[in-house]
Every structure is written in C-alpha cells, then in structure tokens.
C-alpha cells in the first residue's frame, strides 16, 4: 500500500480515458470497504488519498470523552492527550492507522470494489459519449452472435444489431465492416446499450446525406423518406436554390452518388422522387414511373383515388403493391388506385343504381359518386347528417332519397336472386351437374374450394358463367372476392380457355404447355 499510486492511475486513467480524479474517488471508497471490513463496521473511518506521497492514508476519528459510553466510537481524555496535548472533551480526534494491516482479504475486496467502480466510471463515459448519437450513422467490426443478434465493435463501446433491424437477405460474418443507424442508446445497469439498425429509413437518409455534399450544405433537403428493407425504397427530395436540380444532385454524375448509397443496402432498388408541396403534384411524383390520369382527393378521409391508363395499372401498383405502398407511406396519403375502365364501370354501375333513386338526376349522380357513394346500397346504409354533407341535400330530402333507396336495394336483390336461380338451373341440367361444374372450377390457376363456394354465393354455378360476366364490378361485390380480384380471376379463366383451345388443335401425343391446377397461385399484376 506504501507503493507511489500517481503514475498507475494515470497510465489507468489513459488507457481508459477516465479522469484520475474519478479513480482517486473509486480508490477511496474501495480502500474504505476493505478497511471497515478489517476493523469493524462500527468505527468511523476516513479514507484519503494523498496525492504528494501517492498513498491512501486511512484515519479513525474517535470522541474524546471523561467516561467511555461507545468503545468503538470514544476515547479517554487522557489517551486522547497523549495523541494531542491540546485535546479537550468533546473533540473528534484523527488517528491515522497502518494501511498495510488490512491483510489479503481486505486487499481482495479493494481490487473487486475499485475493477466495479472503474468498469462504472467507464460505462457512464461510454453513455454520455453516444447518448447524443441517436440518428447518427457509426461503423463497426461484427464481433461474434448472440441468439442471431450481431454485436458490432464501435471501438470505444460495443452495439448491438438485433435480429427485427437486421434485412433478411443481408448476411455478415465475424471481422466484416458494418454501416448501421443508432436507433436507441439505454443505459443499464451491465452498461449501456447501443441499439442498431439496418432496416430503418433513417440509415437511407444518412447514406444520402454522407454521399450527397448538396444536402450537408443543406442545399438540397430529404423531405420525406419510405423504405421496404432489403427490395425497394423511395426518397423526396427538394432544392432551396432553383439552379441545383435536386434528383441529379442525390444521382450524381453517371449515378455514382445513387450507386454508392444502392451497394451499401446491398442492391436495394431506390426512387429519387421531386417533392412537391402540393399533395397531388406530390403523389403523381410518388408513383413514377407510371402515369396519372386523375386525382381525386378526399380531405376527410385524408385519402385519394389515383386514375392510371390501364397499360400504366400494373406499374402504378408494382409488384405485390409495393409500388403504391411506398408511395402512400412517402406522402402519408391513404391511397386507391384504380385503371380508367375499372372506374369506367364502376360509374357505369353508380349510373344505374342511383338513377333508379327517385328524385336523383345526372347531376346529384355526378356528385353523390365524388362523395363516395357508389350504389343504391350506399345511401341506404349512410347516416343521414353524413347525407346532408353533400350539396342540394337536407334532412327532408335525404331521408326521401333513403326511403327511395331501400326500395331499389330490395329490387336489385330480389333480380339477383332470380339471375343466381336461373344460373343454378343451368348448371345442373348439363351432365354431371353441379359436381362437375365445380370441378372444372378448380382446374383454374388461383380457384380452391373456398373460391368456388364465394362463387357460388354470388349465383355463379359454372365457369362458363363467370366467363360470360361483363361486369367485373358486380362480379367481385355479389361474390365478395372485391374487383381486382375478380379481374385477376376472369384473366386466369380467359387463359384456361385459351390453353384448352391449344390443347386440342395440338395432334394427339404431342405435349402441351404447362396448364393451370387448383393449388398455383393467380399471377397478380400488382
């Protein structure tokens, strides 16, 4: 204990860059555990460092008294002036004790009590080090893995990269070099945890902004960012000076800048969209590449209808919905996009079911239909204040309309009724019955039982039947499979016919193109 201490704090202190102060505190306090633990938990100890000599110094304070009341804590006056000529009663007198009396055990105790103390110290500079770093891009060294989380070596601290941040398709192993976004730093009491993200659209943003100077200027800004980790995202971005183009700014010259963002997310396809204050403009942006028709916005709802030509249907949704998924979530606009003849026939089915309402013109269908009813049904089932909202309609006059409507509803069903039965008569006068038309059913790509029952339902007993069905729309509402997929269906039907037609102009023996069963999937153009 009467070893020189300055130069290992300082060469301790360094190499883990804690301030010495920190240590001779951590010191003090371990030297105190060891030293109450030698001589009692009773006795009023002080622990000092003293930096001149570079030892701790231990001291016991005790009360100078006439009679002894606690012998832990008191000492005679005459003892006590022995030590201190000029003690008087009442006095706490310092005794300094032999540091080298503590022994192997107590000395064990300091060790253990001042590792803790320092590994403390070390943690709480590694927490106010990051904890100003969330949203901040770090690189690190994969280390090893843990239950599939990654640890990341940030040098000063180790991450970690948990199996919900990781991408899929993305693997690493130990020693490879990691880019990852700081989504959370908590501080435990094993130290803190620095949480890391691969699939946040936060690292997306911070890759451009490393690779683009024009946004680290704050010349060119991300205004909104959408990602699915791993296969495709989308950034809007917008210029503050009108001579910096903002999409050939984040580019780059020959798509270098683009490029080197697409390699570090490991081939992720991204879309550089000009931001737009206006929601629409903004929302035509967001569906590049396909074209937009027609907007139509409903404030209430925060939602809107995107018209595409019907060659532009399948690029505006994208594959599994993805495309217009990504751009709803970039202009937080709840979205429903609809080719020109779906919305041809679905006005085309408005006309005709709220025409047949008493009192309503071309007009009030023009603007029921802008105002979200679609049918006869839908202003039957409307409260009668959410009718009152739309122009030329009051309380009279709706409750009018709804009485009308109900009474068109109770038609239309009671005619398709009678079309399902006599649909259902045809079906089971041709050979073999219902049994048979339902077979010929699953012999279509994407049609399983359940399907068949939907369809069924809907008054449609053969496949021949829904061949015939020009009116897709009505097709996916009485069946409840919904337009698209009813579409999808139809064109799946139309093929089977087709692929049977080959078939038997093919001569006998010669083999045939892959035909549809039951259990494929419908390929879907969305």
């Known amino acids: 204990m009467n070893t020189n201490l300055n130069q290992t704090l300082e060469l301790v202190g360094k190499e883990k860059g804690i301030d010495k102060e920190i240590l001779v505190e951590a010191l003090e306090a371990a030297m105190l555990t060891a030293a109450k633990k030698k001589f009692g938990l009773e006795r009023d100890l002080e622990v000092h460092y003293n930096e001149e000599a570079g030892e701790i110094e231990i001291f016991e304070f005790r009360r100078v008294v006439e009679q002894i009341e606690n012998p832990e804590k008191d000492i005679l006056l005459d003892q006590a002036r022995q030590l201190d000529p000029e003690a008087q009663p009442g006095d706490s007198l310092g005794m300094k004790l032999d540091a080298s009396e503590l022994g192997r055990i107590a000395a064990q105790t300091a060790k253990q009590v001042l590792i803790q103390k320092v590994r403390e110290a070390d943690h709480a500079l590694v927490y106010e080090e990051y904890r100003d770093r969330k ?41 490879d070099r990691i880019q990852a976004y700081v989504i959370e730093v908590l501080e435990e009491s094993k130290g803190p945890q620095i949480v890391l993200s691969r699939t946040s659209p936060g690292l997306l943003v911070k890759l451009f902004e490393m690779e683009v100077p024009e946004i680290d200027e704050g010349i060119v800004t991300i205004e909104a960012c959408a ?40 081939g992720e396809k991204i879309d550089i969209v000009p931001y737009s204050p206006e929601p629409a403009k903004f929302v035509c942006n967001a569906l590049a590449p396909a ?121 239309e069903e009671q005619a398709l009724r009678a079309e399902a039965e006599s649909r259902k008569q045809q079906a089971e006068a041709v050979p073999g019955g219902l049994e048979a038309a339902k077979q010929e059913f699953l012999q279509v790509r994407g049609i399983g039982e359940k399907m068949v029952e939907q369809f069924a339902q809907g008054g449609y007993f053969t496949l021949e039947q829904v061949h015939l069905e020009q009116n897709v729309v009505k097709l996916g509402e009485v069946t409840g499979l919904g337009i698209k997929k009813a579409r999808q269906i139809k064109q799946a039907i139309s093929q089977h016919y087709e692929e049977k037609a080959r078939a038997a102009m093919m001569p006998e023996g010669a083999p045939t193109a892959p035909g549809g069963t039951g259990s494929e999937p419908t390929p879907e153009d969305a």
Request: charged letters at 30%; a negative charge; aromatic letters at 4%.
């Open 135 to 175: 949203g901040e891009l770090v690189t690190g060294i994969v280390r090893r893995f843990e239950r599939g989380n990654l640890i990341v070596d940030l040098g000063r601290a180790e991450a970690v990269l948990p199996v919900r941040e990781q991408v899929p398709r993305e693997t690493y192993r130990a020693g």
């Open 227 to 266: 990602r699915e980790p791993g296969a495709r995202s989308k950034i809007a971005v917008a210029s503050r000076d009108p001579d910096v183009d903002p999409v050939g700014a984040c580019v780059g010259m020959k798509g270098a800048r683009v490029q080197a963002v697409v390699q570090e997310l490991r």
């Open 291 to 411: 074209e937009v028709s027609r907007v139509i916005i409903n404030e209430d709802t925060h939602s809107m209808e995107i018209i595409v030509p019907d060659d532009q249907l399948s690029l505006g949704i994208g594959r599994k919905g993805q495309n217009v998924r990504l751009a709803a979530q970039l202009t937080g606009w709840k979205l429903d996009i609809n080719s020109e003849s779906r919305v041809a026939e679905m006005w085309k089915n408005a006309m005709e079911s709220l025409g047949r309402i008493e009192g309503v013109g071309e007009m009030m269908i023009d603007t029921l239909y802008k105002y979200g009813f679609r049918s006869a049904r839908d202003v039957m089932m409307a409260d009668i204040e959410v009718l009152c909202e739309v122009p030329g309609i009051d309380a009279s006059v709706a409750e009018k309309m709804q009485r009308s409507a109900a009474r068109v509803v109770f038609d």
